[in-house]
């Protein structure tokens, strides 16, 4: 039992985290220059998936990709850390009892709390991401033209493409150049259609999936001929839910924290101002 | 001491890691090589046999396919347009580059059947005779491909870098591999490409022989720059109407200038091949070079140092234009990927003349300072 909570003591302590926070940026400083110069060998992993990265490019090339599994490492120990760190000071709260009486005074207090447990959920979220999602790259879709979504029976149907040139004078390089682009998509199942307007990080959602641009063509109306297309990518994460939970937590914890931080400014500014009245009543009086 | 001993330990943990931290060169390539593989990246592409029979490949732009031997059972999990049966036996191919490739696999004159340039355009024997006979044709431009044509030529694979033909050859049937990447292809993805197109035919010896021989004449190359005297400062681009596009550092040129002892002046630069850049960054760069290799050919207007001077303004304050030298690439330049052995050597003799006495160029052309019809 003493083992127990001496590993528990252990693993919460917040000088541990300092030196995993040393650790992870001279692991991401190598990191850093190892995507710089081997970039080829860390873009698969956004669509193959962790584990199967692992197994190939992670696996091969291990010169360069073990900081990033020295990162996880970390990650994870700093993840245990958090937990722990956050959990002993939530029940030292909830073992004051003082929440019973003062009740928003105590979610208040507790408003760091709620930020360290978000970003666990986030950390989670970009865990389970990283293993199960599923990402379909290189979706050529053409104008009023449909493809099927792979292994379901959603199709996507391309029916209105807006490529936007610039027609200004000032930048004579941009002339007829394309600067925006938007995409009408109609996408249906037996169940359900529903219409949305793709661009550049603006994804178009269909439960479970999520459909972003990645490519476009013509870029521009004068030089190469190209094929009118748009390239999109199609994913199914799962760990969407948990980061954008997270996110939502985070907020909720943050602006509880800024409101904690108001509250007290305005009582530090309210006493001086008292205090500064009595001092000079003071020295009226005298 | 015990904190000193720690601080050791890290820093011994991080050199180590810092040993990777170096761009793949063709060193390293030649060590990974060497052997039976189960797993292979080429730069964006990559090669991996997940059974005895099987190979897994991923091609320029990320997307899956399956080799699998011809009458045997496809792997569950694949869509039909994944699959492709070895040894391919009829192949359409967009790049000049692919089709050189498949000359090096000794397969052109069997597998290909289609082309997107017309027979004028081409400067390949293999593909001059194949059009000539009628067993090669010619699909069309790359933008307005004729489809029927394509499918009159029953292709079981197509080699192309238009992602926008995927659609309909999946309509088709036909398995597509996208051969060009995002970024551009450095030196050791460029000597190795061939690795990722062997198991198509299965015809991984011929693979490793053409890379043994590059390996061996980039060795050469090396040797004899290290005897270098002095260090040109070398560009690779050109000004156009409304662009100025160049090699960026991460290409397969960038990479050999610096190997050849030599300065290459968009080592900055980092993305695509025929990457575009300011007009500004090219005439910084410009000042000081001493050698510009323009992307146009006589051709296409590149005649003389004047000819050139002479489609932009902008171009004649450069200085390899009034006091250095430029190169134009010959048109069996762009079709010559089977011999690219002696077209790092051609490069490599352009950056150091001394180191190459005698050396007749066979891609490259010197541009005079005028045209010769011009000067009487």
């Known amino acids: ?286 | 001491m015990k904190k000193i001993n720690h601080l050791m330990i890290g820093l011994i943990i991080i050199l180590a890691l810092f040993n990777g931290c170096k761009p793949e060169n063709a060193e390293s390539a030649k060590e990974k090589d060497a052997g039976d593989f189960t797993f292979m990246s080429i730069g964006s592409f990559s090669v991996e046999r997940i059974a005895d029979n099987w190979t897994e490949v991923r091609d320029g732009a990320g997307r899956t396919l399956v080799l699998i031997p011809r009458g045997t059972k496809a792997p569950d999990g694949y869509a039909p347009n994944q699959i492709v049966h070895v040894p391919v036996k009829r192949v359409v191919a967009y790049g000049y580059f692919d089709i050189a490739i498949l000359k090096v696999l000794g397969v052109i004159e069997d597998v290909l059947v289609g082309v997107t340039a017309k027979m004028n355009d081409w400067t390949v024997p293999e593909v001059i005779k194949g059009i000539k006979q009628g067993k090669i044709a010619y699909l069309g431009d790359y933008n307005a491909i004729d489809f029927e044509r394509l499918k009159v030529q029953e292709p079981e694979l197509v080699l192309t870098w238009d992602p926008s033909i995927i659609p309909m050859l999946d309509k088709m049937g036909v398995p597509c591999v996208i051969t060009s990447t995002p970024v551009a292809m450095c030196l050791s993805a460029r000597m190795r490409f061939v690795n990722f197109l062997a198991p198509f035919f299965n015809r991984e010896k011929e693979a490793k022989s053409y890379f043994s021989r590059v390996s061996q004449s980039l060795d050469q190359i090396r040797k004899k720059a290290s005897n270098a005297d002095h260090e040109p400062k070398v560009m690779w681009g050109d000004i156009y109407e409304k662009r100025v596009l160049v090699e960026p550092g991460n290409a397969w040129v960038g990479e050999l200038v610096g190997l050849a002892q030599s300065d290459y002046m968009f080592d900055d630069v980092f993305g695509k091949s025929c990457i575009e850049i300011s007009l500004e960054r090219f005439l910084y760069s410009g000042e000081d070079a001493d050698i510009l290799f323009t992307y146009r050919t006589p051709k296409t207007g590149a005649t003389s140092k004047a000819a050139l001077a002479r489609t932009n303004a902008m171009l004649a304050g450069v200085k390899p234009l009034k006091d250095g030298k430029v190169y134009s690439p010959l048109p069996n330049y762009a079709q010559s990927g089977d011999k690219l052995d002696e077209i790092l050597m051609d490069i490599a003799a352009i950056l150091h003349p001394e180191c190459y006495p005698g050396h007749q160029l066979r891609y490259f052309i010197e541009l005079p300072d005028k045209d010769p019809e011009k000067e009487g």
């Open chain 1, 1 to 286: 039992m003493n083992i127990l909570k001496y590993i528990w003591n252990l693993l919460g302590n917040i000088n541990l985290m300092f030196g995993l926070i040393v650790l992870m940026i001279l692991d991401l400083t190598v990191g850093y220059f190892m995507l710089k110069s081997h970039p080829h060998l860390f873009h698969p992993i956004n669509d193959m998936g962790f584990l199967k990265w692992a197994a190939t490019y992670g696996k091969n090339n291990l010169h360069e990709t073990a900081w990033l599994y020295l990162l996880i490492f970390f990650l994870a120990v700093l993840f245990v850390n958090t937990f722990i760190c956050t959990t002993q000071r939530v029940t030292v709260l909830f073992r004051k009892q003082s929440f019973l009486s003062h009740k928003f005074r105590f979610i208040i207090k507790l408003s760091p709390h709620i930020m360290h447990y978000a970003l666990l959920i986030m950390l989670l979220g970009y865990l389970v991401s990283y293993l199960s999602s599923e990402t379909c790259l290189n979706n050529i879709l053409l104008p009023e033209k449909s493809i099927q979504i792979p292994n379901s029976l959603c199709e996507i149907h391309l029916n209105r493409l807006h490529i936007d040139y610039y027609q200004g004078e000032r930048l004579q390089y941009m002339q007829d150049r394309a600067i925006d682009v938007q995409a009408d998509l109609i996408i249906k199942n037996k169940e359900k259609i529903i219409t949305g307007r793709l661009g550049f990080n603006k994804p178009v959602w269909f439960f479970p999936y999520s459909i972003h641009l990645k490519d476009f063509a013509p870029k521009s109306k004068s030089g190469m001929n190209r094929r009118t297309y748009i390239n999109v990518i199609i994913k199914k994460d799962p760990g969407a839910k948990y980061y954008f939970s997270g996110m939502l937590l985070f907020t909720f914890g943050l602006l509880l924290y800024s409101f904690h931080w108001l509250m007290e400014r305005n009582k530090i500014t309210k006493d001086s101002l008292l205090t500064l009245n009595r001092t000079e009543q003071k020295s009226m009086e005298n």
